[in-house]
């Protein structure tokens, strides 16, 4: 079983900046990769970015190209988002997740952690 907790969300300004983290622990897989998901009030949750934990292969929503960058840290199990440049529309819960490398679905989740970007 796999423990992912995020921590820090919180209240900032449009064009501001937040840091969240994700760290790991538990039974993890032996090879797999990490993302960050999203999802805000009345809308379905959607894929912000990945990262391979192995080789650190990063993917990224187009929405966030060029402002978030996603990284690892392996001796802390921890991944973390940088957010920069925040807009209104990136209001949401962000979760963390871990899936096997060679699938799709993301098997573990974390509870979230809410990010508030105003206007």
């Known amino acids: 079983q796999v423990q992912l907790v995020e921590s820090g969300g919180g209240l900032v300004q449009a064009g501001g900046s937040l840091r969240l983290s994700c760290a790991a622990s538990?039974?993890?897989?032996?090879?797999?990769?990490m993302g960050w998901f999203r999802q805000a009030p009345g809308k379905e949750r959607e894929f912000v970015a990945s990262?391979?934990?192995?080789?650190?292969?990063?993917y990224y929503a187009d929405s966030v190209k060029g402002r978030f960058a996603i990284s690892r840290d392996k001796a802390k199990n921890t991944m973390y988002l940088e957010m920069n440049s925040l807009k209104p529309e990136d209001t949401a819960v962000y979760y963390c997740?871990?899936?096997?490398?060679?699938?799709?679905?993301?098997?573990?989740w974390g509870q979230g952690t809410q990010v508030t970007v105003s206007s």
């Open positions: 997740a871990q899936r096997k490398i060679t699938t799709t679905s993301y098997d573990y």
């Open positions: 538990g039974r993890t897989f032996s090879n797999y990769a």
């Open positions: 990262i391979t934990w192995s080789v650190g292969s990063t």
